[in-house]
């Protein structure tokens, strides 16, 4: 347990002074523009939005930048600035249907309506250090090749699958159905699917990862395809009361995962294939991906399915995904502890003192039997 | 035939207003900044002062099913009066006041029936213009990276 300390006040605040001037480094090597943060580290912009579950890239660039990128303590600054802000809303879902694409890959289908674009991707480099992005003077300014655009639908692949009645329907509750929120209510058990997405998309994208992989390395069966992944900006809605009618805010970028996974059928429900869903801001494909995956790990009790594995113990997941929660808890421990820890040392040198006399004691009980012999 | 429109404008008026709001939201600041200073700024006061907040924006479950709450955004919003009387509101995503505050002001301006062609020409037009080149160019870039996958029969040469 954790007692409130009194002193240290000088101490603190030099501290804050050398961390801050830590933090700028070296004053003749030009300071970080925001700007320079948004366009240059859009995966680390991303990465902070999403976990600290607020998207706003000029905010997530200065989270960036006084957390010396310190990504976990970037989107904990993100998630504590939003408690000063109001709420307006809920905004109407986002139709990513009518996404602005630019990255979309299917692994189950060569020549699915739409086609695939690659878009900005390192799926295909070597991964080589470029010393040409070293050189002092990198003014290059990189053409991106353009092609004549066809004005072509590019349905949701899972839609597709879905006409021939081999794919799980969307599970779809009514319109007015009370929607959980993490940021009202706190997680609480059983959490039901929406809670589980909220929790996922603004879960750790290491510890999502990592449990996605043990699916596919036999903790829980698994076999997933990448039905679709797609990345690209949608509109955002709000109904506005007061108006009488919705109002475009703007647009925000996606990353949409549709995982899908073979199901053998059970009593209830003829074979078909399952999803699991992944939606997260910005292009974060690793995290959508491993998100789609543990969203359908996590859905083995409604499909009937045998739970043996981390990936699809619920209350393991969702309680332990949240990095901001978690470097709380485990940092913590950094903190004075010297009350607890002062009834610890007692205790342990009673024990230590009882040990000692027992083993004494015995060993003085062993002479005497051995004389008496 | 009793129903009517509950609203005192025209049906295509309406999604007018609606798609000159959206194309504000999406003009950066300085654009509306320049925008607002090329106007003869009409007398207003403030019927709610610039404010920024969050919206918690949903996705669909599998992208249509059931909703669930992604993550937030932050949202300026502003609202004005006109000494002629008109409303204008503003919503857009970020934390800028003066965008919201020149917004709110500029489609306040549209609903006045003097203002309204000037507003489109001047100010709705060549914005809206703008973002459908920046978004053909991205469709364009992205189009260029369209693939084609062969599948290679195993065992066969």
Redesign the interface.
């Known amino acids: 347990m954790y007692v409130a300390v009194k002193g240290g006040e000088k101490a603190i605040r030099n501290a804050h002074k050398l961390l801050a001037k830590r933090r700028r480094g070296d004053t003749s090597v030009p300071a970080l523009t925001l700007e320079q943060i948004a366009e240059q580290l859009s995966h680390s912009v991303a990465r902070v939005?999403?976990e600290g579950?607020?998207?706003?890239e000029?905010?997530a660039a200065l989270a960036i930048k006084q957390s010396r990128g310190d990504l976990i303590e970037a989107a904990f600054l993100m998630r504590a600035y939003?408690t000063t802000?109001?709420?307006?809303?809920?905004?109407?879902?986002?139709d990513?249907?009518k996404m602005?694409?630019?990255?979309r890959i299917s692994a189950t289908y060569?020549d699915l309506p739409g086609?695939?674009?690659?878009?900005p991707t390192f799926d295909y480099s070597h991964r080589l250090l470029d010393f040409s992005l070293a050189a002092e003077d990198d003014e290059r300014t990189p053409q991106?090749?353009?092609?004549?655009?066809?004005d072509e639908p590019v349905p949701?692949v899972?839609?597709l699958l879905g006409d021939e009645g081999l794919m799980e329907?969307?599970?779809?509750?009514d319109?007015d159905?009370p929607?959980?929120?993490?940021?009202r209510e706190p997680l609480s058990f059983p959490a039901d699917?929406?809670?589980r997405?909220?929790n996922l998309?603004?879960g750790d994208e290491g510890f999502l990862l990592a449990l996605a992989y043990s699916t596919q390395r036999g903790y829980g069966r698994t076999h997933p395809f990448a039905g679709e992944i797609r990345y690209g900006e949608v509109?955002?809605e709000?109904y506005?009361e007061?108006?009488?009618?919705?109002?475009?805010?703007?647009?925000?970028k996606?990353t949409?995962c549709?995982m899908v996974n073979q199901f053998q059928g059970s009593a209830k429900a003829a074979p078909t294939f399952t999803?699991g869903?992944g939606?997260v801001?910005g292009q974060v494909e690793r995290k959508a991906m491993s998100m789609a995956m543990v969203d359908r790990s996590m859905r083995w009790q409604e499909l009937g399915e045998e739970q043996t594995a981390p990936a699809q113990d619920i209350e393991f997941v969702l309680s332990h995904s949240d990095n901001i929660q978690a470097t709380g808890f485990v940092e913590h421990l950094k903190l004075p502890h010297y009350v607890d820890f002062q009834a610890e040392l007692d205790l342990v040198r009673r024990m230590r003192g009882e040990w000692f006399e027992k083993r004494a004691s015995a060993e003085s009980d062993g002479t005497s039997r051995e004389a008496a012999e | 035939m009793t129903e009517t429109t509950p609203?005192n404008l025209p049906e295509d008026g309406?999604s007018a207003r609606?798609k000159n709001?959206?194309t504000l939201?999406?003009a950066t600041p300085a654009d509306i900044a320049e925008n607002f200073r090329k106007l003869d700024a009409p007398a207003y006061e403030l019927v709610r002062q610039p404010?920024?907040?969050?919206?918690?924006?949903?996705?669909?479950?599998?992208?249509?099913?059931?909703?669930?709450?992604?993550?937030?955004?932050?949202?300026t919003?502003c609202?004005v009066r006109l000494a002629s009387g008109e409303t204008g509101?503003a919503?857009?995503?970020?934390?800028n006041k003066e965008k919201a505050l020149q917004s709110a002001v500029i489609d306040a301006l549209w609903q006045r029936a003097d203002a309204r062609e000037q507003i489109e020409e001047m100010i709705i037009a060549p914005l809206a213009a703008a973002q459908e080149t920046t978004?053909?160019?991205?469709?364009?870039?992205?189009?260029?990276?369209?693939?084609?996958?062969?599948?290679m029969v195993r065992g066969d040469n």
Not at chain 1, 53 to 56: Q, T
Not at chain 2, 51 to 75: D, I, K
Not at chain 2, 135 to 151: H, L, Q, Y
């Open positions: 939005m999403g579950s607020l998207y706003d000029k905010l939003r802000l109001p709420r307006f809303g809920y905004s109407q879902p986002v990513t249907a602005l694409v630019e990255r060569k086609g695939q674009v690659l878009g991106a090749e353009t092609a004549e655009t066809r949701r899972t839609d329907p969307d599970p779809l509750t319109e159905a929607v959980g929120d993490l940021t699917r929406d809670l997405l909220q998309a603004r509109e955002v709000f506005a007061e108006l009488g009618f919705a109002v475009t805010l703007g647009t925000i996606v949409e549709q999803r869903y939606l801001f | 609203t309406h609606q709001m959206a939201a999406a404010e920024t907040g969050l919206v918690m924006v949903r996705g669909r479950m599998g992208g249509t099913g059931s909703p669930f709450n992604l993550g937030e955004v932050t949202v919003r609202v509101s919503y857009s995503l970020g934390r978004t053909e160019t991205v469709r364009e870039e992205t189009e260029a990276t369209r693939v084609n996958f062969f599948t």
